[in-house]
DNA sequence: TTGAAAGCGTTACCAC
DNA sequence: GTGGTAACGCTTTCAA
């Protein structure tokens, strides 16, 4: 009863339409000379049987299947989905199709599922990485970009923002507005982005004269609830903050919920600064200052990378480029004057 | 210098280690009977020339890619990246990889990117759908799983949430309350969620013996900034209404900021329930009334659906099974009594 | 238990 | 302009 999609092979377009299969692949794909009559009889065949050529099959001969895959930790983070949005918008412009995985920042899972996404041919691969050394990526002989955690000597390409800028600017931020007692709260030092915000944090510190105070160097899990929980020892202490860095987006959430429960006014009791924009954070009156960066612009960035090294055919060992992206500091009033 | 991964093919495996090409794909696919000598002398040399089966030219003979492709209006609403991440876990778990394109809700969009999966040889499919019609799910030969919108007729299975009921709940819990003046805000009705749950509001405020004002239903976009300029017209009319029901997470989210920058207090001035949990929703104090979902339960399903199927090599189009998962008010205070 | 060879749906080269 | 056919990397009969 209904139009049959896929089944329908190239030869029984060739054959119904009369000609051979080498020309009806030639029309399929366009670039050849094939004179205007047979090619509007093949066309006509192809919409009558409903044939859809079956790209895995030509990608056996032409060493291209068009797809693009994407690595991260955890698919449901708004930064994650955010890059994982640009690059699925580049590549399908480009006419790649995207494959994604989140290895819950396990560093088997990674191996295994990059491993898995290596078979099925991807073209290229963009990755937020988990493992934390470079001989994981030195094997890879695919044009692969880093985002967001780059690791020194692996070979390829990255894509990053100055994490070090950003918390520097947040830190002097404060010191400017005359606070001393400025916490952090962050995570595991596991990868360059937090560790950079950290020594981002300390190296405005000393320069603005305060020796951090280690009592105001909260390090939890980089989750929601972590930094909920620190912010409450913070404020809980004899001789509290009058300014927190929350070092990432969860981070400042929880932070915001802390503040809130214990009934302190932000900009008022407590200063506070995040990292990454996030609805909560644009939401409460007033608005928290943040860190911005370009999450989406990672992504675009990073396939438009990818993409152009697919094309060029070039893997990138030879001279791994490095992109970093401007971050920025959006003042918006939760820090107070203090002098 | 570095290991090599990929390149290297089956006969690269089979003349190095001194057997057949049949041979090495028997132990890579464990399945078959060949001595533990041999055995353990392939694996050897597939570790050592790192290499990776291209599953991509096994799929071309046994007719399976092990790749699953899930088509979404838009990849950044939390509602459809829950449905991706419960889909991309299961998926992961069976051994499927999953393919990932948005729509931007266009119709020719859709249809070119599911010819695009098509061509890939995805072994099902996952639709959170933009087509409205019937016509379009009919062409589809392969195992499919619509979610979230059902077609009728569609020939396939679905995936959904009892809308109807979702609405009218919330609708009876205001009147229950003491309201009478109650504003739905919602979008078009191009499809049965949103259409649904205007009718589930109906039939609340008709059985309540309530009339429904057409002054109070302000129908917009579905996006956040319609559900904020729908709430300042509602609150500013002469006679504004006492609930408002916003039929969305996105709506929803206006709402609350919109009663924000009019100084009016949740549960006070204005009682509101929202469709869907939100992070604004939850913030807020008191927290604000929701229809709860099961998101990423509904992606977890339909991928369990969606591989039984293509287990069983089963198309669907002789019976569709339709699941409806089931919604919950949760009340959180955000109704005021008036009685 | 192992190997030879056909075949999966394409493309691209070489003839005509 | 068009057709025949080897080749892509694998699986799976069929024989040995």
Chains 1, 2 share one sequence.
């Not at 001969?61 to 797809?67: A, I, L, P």
């Not at 899972?109 to 994981?136: Q, V």
């Not at 890879?140 to 520097?168: E, F, Q, W």
Request: with cysteine; aromatic share 8%.
């Amino acid at each position: 009863m209904v139009v049959t999609k896929r089944d329908i092979t190239i030869k029984d377009v060739a054959k119904t339409a009369n000609v051979s299969v080498a020309t009806v692949s030639r029309v399929i794909n366009g670039l050849d000379r094939v004179s205007e009559a047979t090619r509007k009889k093949v066309l006509k065949v192809i919409d009558e049987l409903n044939f859809v050529p079956n790209t895995i099959a030509a990608s056996m001969v032409n060493k291209k299947t068009n797809m693009l895959a994407v690595v991260v930790p955890e698919i449901q983070n708004p930064f994650y989905t955010a890059v994982i949005g640009g690059t699925v918008e580049v590549a399908k412009k480009a006419g790649f199709v995207t494959l994604v995985v989140s290895t819950n920042g396990d560093e088997a899972e990674e191996s295994t599922y990059f491993e898995s996404f290596l078979g099925k041919n991807a073209d290229g691969f963009i990755l937020i990485g988990t493992h934390k050394t470079a001989d994981f990526y030195q094997t890879i002989r695919k044009p692969t970009i880093l985002v967001d955690r780059y690791i020194d000597n692996s070979g390829h390409d990255g894509v990053m923002i100055d994490n070090y800028r950003g918390a520097y600017e947040a830190t002097k931020h404060f010191l400017e507005y005359g606070h001393t007692r400025i916490a952090i709260i962050d995570g595991k030092h596991d990868f360059n982005d937090g560790k950079d915000r950290y020594w981002g944090y300390q190296r405005a510190m000393v320069e603005g004269g305060v020796s951090p105070d280690p009592k105001y160097h909260k390090q939890g899990s980089w989750l929601e609830d972590s930094g909920y929980q620190s912010t409450l020892e913070l404020m809980q202490a004899e001789v509290p903050p009058t300014a927190i860095f929350a070092a990432n987006n969860l981070i400042c959430q929880g932070a915001i919920k802390a503040i809130r429960d214990l009934n302190l006014e932000i900009g008022e009791d407590i200063s506070l600064i995040g990292f990454d924009e996030n609805e909560l954070a644009e939401f409460v009156k007033p608005k928290v200052t943040v860190v911005r960066r370009p999450t989406r612009e990672m992504g675009t960035q990073a396939a438009e990378m990818l993409i152009k090294r697919i094309k060029d055919k070039s893997t990138d060992e030879t001279n791994p480029k490095k992109v970093i992206l401007d971050v920025e500091l959006m003042k918006y009033g939760s820090v107070k004057k203090m002098n």
